[in-house]
């Protein structure tokens, strides 16, 4: 009964260190996304995936990159971390083409850059 | 470009008042219109989805409309409890699933 799993759950950087953001799930959603969430800006799409092998840009992809190698994981990456990507970072994860069915959140990744 | 709105960003009201969150979209060409609560320091969970081809979706005390062509969706909340205390955002669903969200309001539910 996992649903989306998010590692780590809290990360301190220091600016122009590189990391990797992991998510999981288990409930064989073909699409699979990821957001920031900042004080006052709201959520917003960072990077997703309609399927294995596959990525696109969101509304805020600059200075991020994702793989998406297995169907259950979507990696998120900083190459050279910046204050500026001080944020929380949520995955979700959804069917395909469905209009019915909510997507599915991880519970955040705290990320700090100093 | 989607935009939504919610406002006002917070709202503090008396146990048991029955109250509406508002949600405004810019285009209304969406599949469906979601309603999310989020705790303190936690993730987003889903209260209720709303079609495209449907007015309105109740769970609970929740109800929530939509009206495509006003561009508006409202979330109602019967005899509010302090337990209903959290962040609540809407989010209108585009192609690929994507979601635009609202900046949320916070509700603060008093004893």
């Known amino acids: 009964n996992a649903g989306v799993t998010q590692t780590p759950k809290f990360r301190v950087l220091k600016t122009g260190q590189s990391m990797t953001l992991l998510c999981a799930q288990d409930m064989n959603h073909e699409y699979m996304y990821w957001y920031r969430q900042d004080p006052g800006m709201g959520l917003r799409l960072i990077h997703y995936?309609?399927?294995?092998?596959?990525?696109a840009k969101g509304e805020v992809p600059d200075g991020y990159n994702v793989s998406r190698l297995k169907k259950q994981n979507f990696l998120l990456g900083l190459e050279s971390a910046a204050p500026s990507q001080t944020s929380v970072y949520f995955c979700?994860?959804?069917?395909?083409?469905?209009?019915?069915?909510?997507?599915?959140f991880g519970d955040g990744t705290r990320l700090s850059i100093l | 470009k989607q935009e939504v709105t919610q406002i006002p960003a917070a709202l503090s009201v008396p146990e048991g008042e029955n109250l509406v969150l508002n949600c405004s979209f810019t285009?209304?060409?969406?599949?469906?219109l979601q309603w999310f609560r989020q705790d303190p320091g936690k993730g987003l969970t889903s209260l209720l989805l709303?079609?495209?081809?449907?007015r309105e979706q109740t769970s609970g005390r929740l109800n929530a409309s939509l009206d495509k062509s006003s561009g508006r969706s409202t979330l109602y909340i019967a005899a509010s409890q302090p337990g209903d205390s959290a962040t609540y955002l809407c989010a209108a669903t585009g192609a690929n699933s994507k979601l635009t969200f609202g900046k949320g309001i916070t509700l603060s539910v008093r004893p």
């Open positions: 995936s309609v399927g294995e092998g596959t990525t």
């Open positions: 979700a994860s959804s069917p395909p083409g469905q209009t019915t069915k909510p997507q599915h």
């Open positions: 709303i079609q495209s081809s449907q």
């Open positions: 285009d209304s060409a969406i599949y469906n």
